[in-house]
């Protein structure tokens, strides 16, 4: 296990950087990021490099025996671009062009950017791709961040209208998948189209997600220049990408598919400020996190969901490539982290898989965007609260090693998919009706109960599940639909959610009794489906625990085919449309279809039921704001509130301190 | 009375045509409208023509007895037009030009746009003009739908100075006109005005107002030309067009003229969630309908609005064009109709003076924009609840006809006025004063009461009305003056509001003592107004039984004339400036000011007392959430809750059961 | 002291010039205001004059006695103007070019516009710089009003590139200052550089500060050109200009300085509505005003607060203006003024200050956007409520000239810098850290106790107070460091709050431990800072009375240097950095340093204690809702609420009525 720390050589005093270095090594750290957003000083003028000072700084950082890792500095292209070339910026929706004077602000599809970009990757990986002490790079910095993931200038205009021609090879093909014959809107040809800017005050959804695919493959294109480069100048290096956790608008595991590993960028002061709107319950009051957690330490169930994402973009460990030390600047209240918070911040993502923490950042900013953000430094160069807890932690590396070694792994697997989330996105139907939020809710049932689960995609190995969990799977496309089939027929049991099955893969609506393409495999057929008011509801019944109560927000009206069995009725209807929740056996699996959203209580009681046939346990039984997490033989309890805990493991009862970690060898 | 459905033969195979004609039979279905979205299948290049398939509908269609009526598809050009003509697109108010890819994105001051459609619907008449199927035409599809009512393009420029130029022949009369003289606002010419476009932040309310008045009647003129075109070549057949309701932007009145009859299109569950924030109480919490009716009724409090503004138009009968018939896909929450419900719907809309139900739509699209915009049939084709309504109503259909057979006629009228709304809109000056919040005041205790009540323009025949009521009469032209002074001179008793003859025609503020033009009318002058904050009351005592009590939000002084009666005055002012409510008699009928902007319970007091006086008598007494209406004979009770309810018609005891309606032959 | 009004005689026949002034001079009117908006009546068409009609204007006002004050006419070009060269015309950030039809849709720094502004200026200015009944002139009108301080025009481009240039010389010197290393955004040259417009989401914020100074910068250099003008035509004239109380977004001190005085327009019942957000305590609730005051009479501490600030942009006594005689038209509610209330107002900006007060309007306006704003006449050219308070106040004219006689002076001021107010504003770090709220805690307490109180820049001068309070001290150049250890020097205590020190000229961090360059000043060093969320509280104690208790919403924690004495500590925090306030000794004064963001009783307390040292008194003991303000012998009693008030003076028990005044001849 590894320490690292993001560090910007070009913001200080040659003369201090070897202060900064003695500092990092006395705190133990390993690995170190720099270059990023140094273009400009890689490259002062068109075709005018200056090298030296990076030389000097990874010389000086190597030397301390810090590994480099370098990014490449397409995130902040100099004004020199962008004044000879303006075709380079980004346009939004509404036609402003974007400009010089923050970061993101390029275009993924300006040929003349892209031959930039290669320029100057190329020229760095000519230049260190094989220096001893550089052990790997990071393409660019943070895909979509800044609402930047979709494009509108003339570049993407004609590259949309040239993917789409690629997919779809006729217009008439194109014409039918989108359904273009409503309200006129058929195309002659491909050059007719336009992306779905501002202008178009309601828009055909088919468009829409195709937009959205082309602007993901957009950036999964412009990233593969660089890694094409980088394979072929730094042969041994590995490449990363730093990922924003939950973030929606781009694919990550496409992003993903070409990278030796993830990373992503954690701060759990920020982002659930930012998710909270989309992940809980769609009517519920939600201004401030969960109060039973600690001021200053995030919401740890959302932190966790992206953890959960991030390590299954490829199944495997990952590295937080920024890891808050202190107090952020970008969300509206940025508290302080107290001494400790920090440390249960870094146990946190090891906990959750990750291997290597880097922390952002060395020091805090004199000036630009940042200036209020911590780092491990203050302003004046002194150590702060960040820069404490690693000292602190420097007596568990030990064990963090032995943590480290050790695999993340979960018997159970929420599934995800790109399509899912923008489809209903872009047709929620009812308020607040998202896919995030419709996973959060098993999420958080099985993150409280303290039972480990992967969120992946239908992509990814479900071989390794016994129970998989698909919310809703919207857009039945045969992928999806092939490997839960699969899945299910060697054991595994499969749960699936209201609006499954709904659509096609460009975005119409099934011509099939719902759920579709789904309806043999979980042996029913929908028969109606409704969108509930606050406050309207449906009774249901069932055997299973806890489970009986009411239906709200969502409600489908099951009718079970042949063998199916019912597990959940809704009282006040006849049968044989009665059914709220069905169990089909297939193989050696099972297929359940689940008729409403349920409460954070119904999906507990439905996953405890299911768990307990699967012979599936918690890792312990947690007080409310305990968390916690197992690699391998390790169990590692994680205490998000300002009081006392006690945890029941096997025999023992383990007190954990006020925003402490304690790990505990515990084989499985 | 007849029912009908809109559908879309170019969204299916013609091998289910077969199919749905004869469910549509099957379910007594009479009408059909299609066609008014189908530009680009009629013409799908320039020029070249194709009528085959609409020919082929028709046929279908006709041969299974079914009635045509043909929509004019001018609201979609297709995209080779806006491609090849980019000036016919419509700007914003901010200068985005809008975009092919939705509907209504046309300016109808383009003389290209104009010739075009002119071209289109000369086209569809010289076929369809004489075809033994069709019935009638509508023309466009809602105008103004989406936000479109107004244009900033450079073709409106140039006709917003031409119309100007018209309207006021010299520039001197068009400065006075305007108070252009205040901030050096004067022109020298009719080609230096622009529309008041968004880079104007704080506009004269006397061009903005021209502005919307040009911007209504540019729309009369663009569907002028094609009804002239439609009387020439399809001499017997009916023109009309579907409106919305209570929708703001466009003269509904002006647009209605030419039409043999009028239509809306009635969206039970959508439109209240539009318009609540319009109509009840401005300080009021109403975040959502009232809850005394079922959750998946609507407001039929605010439909009826609808329904009596669209009655109104032309003083007779009307379509319901689109009936909703499930649920819809573009408010909020979206709740599916229960059994039952499209039925009440259809009685209500009947109940209200439509003959004519088109249901929307015949089924589900699988594609574009309202993919979850129920039809009478399934995404699959299977029926939905709205046909199982339908066919239950086939058993009524006699009863339907005798209803129909009947006049809907009301002894009260709502007088209403599209430079009034608007002028309000602009100044309200106090947030929330609005002419069809101060107007729904007045609607709903009626309503309540089970009162009919009309909603008129000064411009229709008030002679047939006992009550007259307006609640500002704000702004005053002649033409509003003699109407009201007529019908209160031949009996009528007129009921004017505050802020009644502020403005003169151009938006002036009259420069005599209020109410101005009226004073001597209404036999009084207003001393003072004042915008009254919430929680700020005037005392009010009145000899009229529920009268007395606070005047809040608005209120004005009056000093009554000569012999004009006080009933009610404001207890902590002193005479003669202290009147709260007036009477003057006036040849046959009398005259009234109320001095403030009344509670619902305060108009209901009001209108009870003037009732009375006139001998105009409720329909029948009704239980919260139970409505009445009268045709002729016929009395029609409508039951929006879920409870049982009793209803007192004369001596009889009337049980009607939750979201059913009782049809009672009661002689008046 | 002397009575105006604001006149429009363009606006009506010269028939009514006769009577208009009769009732003028019965009302005791003086002074006229006039010409500021009648550009297009003086210059009809380019070159053209036309001066008739306001020499008769002036020759009928000021044969009636009356003084005239001239407003040159810059803030509303006509149209010809903007039509022949739109290069004046302001651009918005989002580059949404303004237009005609309003008013300040001009762009300070396009030279077209600042010639034709000579033009007119030197024009009138030749016509009446040495007229008989000309007293003075108002340069433009309200500059910055409707949000127009700022333009992103081609002019501005180059002028600020232009502007940088002569600032920094050099750019590395700007790239410097800037930290332009940051995320590659370093310029080779001043032309490369932008203003921050809507193109660039996420920005610098030196760069933000430098184009608000720059933009302020260019609105003094406008006014400046008008200046030299007048001072040369009109050598007997005084110059001034009409500020906009706490408006924001120009440096009132920079225009000002070339004034011989300062006015401002005071409208109590619309500005509180518009600064409440910015005022009270970032975490409250406050949707209405105090509910303590009279519904009609707006809020007393936040108009004297803009009057503090008005008479401290030049330390002297100034003028109202516009005086609001009634109601408004450009807020939410706008309520009339009662009979009384436009006394109470005249009455409270005299106790502040002001020796001249002149009514905004004369007459309602017929037209145009102003409509619904009272003058002392209404729109009917009858009095209204205004007027009679006017002739009322007739009798009180002696009284008047007693109180204006006398100073207005106060031994504590709050430091106010615009840097720090717009670098707050820039990066709040908190939601809702803003220096005009932190300042207004400090005013609050001291206006509730009846404390006298100026708002001053560092630049103006300090030697005249015992009592020093800059709650944020956040920019510190040498200027405003150099003014306050100079007047601690000579014996004032100086209040220094959080946040202070924090920043270099340039808007960087310093990155000397802080406060920065005012560590030696106030012998402290911050060992941490945070922002506090809702709810987060840090234990304070001290032995000053009543200030013990909860450090919220932001807290640092302090470590005195050597002699610096410890007033108050953080209870949970060890020390030596657990000092909350901290006295320093210099000179004859002292320097305390409050490392919280204090309530209001925690402000209360803490100034009552230094009061007392300073043997700083009260000028009453005040019930809630009444104010009392003192000028030399003369103490002002205002009473805001709708009740009766007893208020100790001395011995005396003084009684005062509902929205009444007392003036007591009361020695200090």
Redesign the interface.
């Given at each position: 296990m590894k320490f690292g720390v993001c560090y910007y050589p070009?913001?200080w005093p040659e003369s201090r950087w070897l202060i900064d270095v003695q500092l990092m090594r006395e705190a133990g750290i390993d690995i170190v990021r720099i270059g990023e957003?140094?273009?400009?000083?890689m490259e002062?003028?068109y075709d005018v490099y200056d090298w030296e000072w990076l030389d000097r700084a990874i010389d000086v950082l190597g030397r301390a025996g810090l590994q480099v890792v370098l990014g490449t500095?397409t995130?902040?292209?100099?004004?020199?671009l962008s004044?000879a070339h303006p075709d380079i910026l980004r346009v939004d929706a509404?036609?402003?062009?974007?400009?010089?004077?923050?970061?993101r602000?390029y275009c993924p599809n300006s040929t003349t950017y892209r031959a930039y970009s290669r320029r100057i990757v190329r020229a760095m990986a000519e230049r260190y791709g094989t220096h001893p002490h550089v052990i790997g790079w990071q393409i660019d910095n943070e895909f979509g961040g800044?609402?930047t993931a979709r494009c509108y200038c003339p570049n993407c205009v004609t590259a949309f209208s040239a993917w789409l021609a690629a997919r779809y090879k006729s217009i008439e093909t194109l014409n039918e998948a989108?359904?273009?014959?409503?309200?006129?809107?058929?195309?002659?040809g491909f050059d007719?189209i336009?992306p779905?800017?501002?202008?178009?005050?309601?828009?055909?959804?088919?468009?829409v997600l195709d937009f959205y695919r082309f602007s993901a493959e957009s950036y999964v294109a412009y990233q593969q220049e660089q890694i094409d480069i980088l394979r072929d100048l730094a042969p041994n290096h590995f490449i990363t990408h730093n990922f924003m956790g939950l973030y929606r608008d781009l694919d990550q595991h496409a992003l993903a598919k070409a990278l030796d590993f993830a990373t992503w960028d954690a701060y759990p002061t920020g982002f659930p400020e930012r998710w909270r709107n989309f992940l809980y319950a769609p009517d519920a009051d939600f201004s401030?996190n969960d109060p039973v957690y600690a001021?200053d330490v995030g919401e740890p169930v959302m932190i966790n969901m992206a953890h959960a994402l991030t390590r299954g973009l490829k199944q495997q460990p990952f590295w937080i490539m920024e890891q808050q030390c202190g107090?952020i600047?970008w969300a509206?209240?940025?508290?302080?982290a107290r001494r400790g918070t920090v440390r249960l911040w870094t146990w946190q993502s090891v906990a959750a898989g990750a291997d290597v923490i880097v922390f952002f950042r060395w020091r805090?900013?004199?000036?630009?965007?940042?200036?209020?953000h911590s780092g491990l430094l203050r302003?004046?160069?002194?150590t702060?609260?960040g820069y404490a807890d690693l000292l602190a932690m420097q007596a568990e590396r030990r064990l963090f090693d032995v943590v480290t070694s050790e695999p993340h792994s979960a018997e159970i697997a929420l599934l995800f998919d790109w399509d899912d989330l923008w489809a209903l996105e872009l047709?929620p139907?009812?308020?607040g009706f998202d896919l995030m939020r419709h996973l959060f809710v098993y999420y958080r049932a099985l993150e409280r109960m303290g039972v480990p689960v992967d969120l992946v995609s239908y992509r990814n190995d479900l071989s390794r599940y016994k129970m998989l969990i698909a919310p809703t799977l919207h857009v039945a496309d045969a992928l999806k639909i092939a490997a839960v089939t699969d899945a299910v027929e060697q054991g595994a049991t499969l749960l699936l959610g209201v609006r499954s099955g709904f659509k096609t893969p460009s975005n119409?609506?099934?011509?099939?009794?719902?759920p579709g393409a789904l309806s043999d495999l979980a042996g029913v057929m929908i028969v109606?489906?409704?969108?509930?008011?606050?406050?309207?509801e449906w009774a249901v019944t069932s055997p299973i625990a806890g489970l009986s109560g009411a239906a709200s927000y969502w409600m489908e009206r099951i009718r079970p085919k042949n063998d199916t069995e019912i597990l959940a009725t809704y009282l006040d209807l006849p049968k044989p449309d009665n059914a709220a929740l069905t169990c089909r056996s297939l193989g050696a699996g099972s297929v359940l279809y689940l008729g409403w959203y349920p409460t954070h209580e119904q999906a507990t009681s439905l996953l405890q039921a299911l768990m307990q046939e699967k012979g599936i346990r918690p890792i312990a039984e947690l007080p409310e704001g305990v968390h916690a997490s197992r690699r391998g033989q390790q169990l590692i309890l994680l205490n998000f509130t300002d009081s006392h805990h006690t945890v029941k493991v096997g025999k023992d009862q383990i007190v954990i301190a006020p925003r402490d970690v304690r790990v505990i060898s515990a084989p499985v």
């Open positions: 070009e913001h957003f140094a273009w400009s000083k002062p003028q500095p995130a902040t292209p100099p004004v020199w004044r509404d036609e402003l062009q974007r400009d010089h004077g923050t970061r602000h800044g609402k989108w359904g273009a014959v409503f309200w006129s809107q058929s195309y002659a007719e336009r779905p800017h501002a202008g178009v005050n309601y828009k055909n959804p088919s468009q401030r001021y107090h600047n509206g209240l940025n508290p302080q805090s900013t004199l000036f630009a965007h940042e200036q209020y302003h004046d160069g002194s702060d609260v047709q139907h009812r308020t119409l609506v099934t011509d099939q009794p719902l109606t489906w409704e969108s509930l008011p606050p406050g309207v």
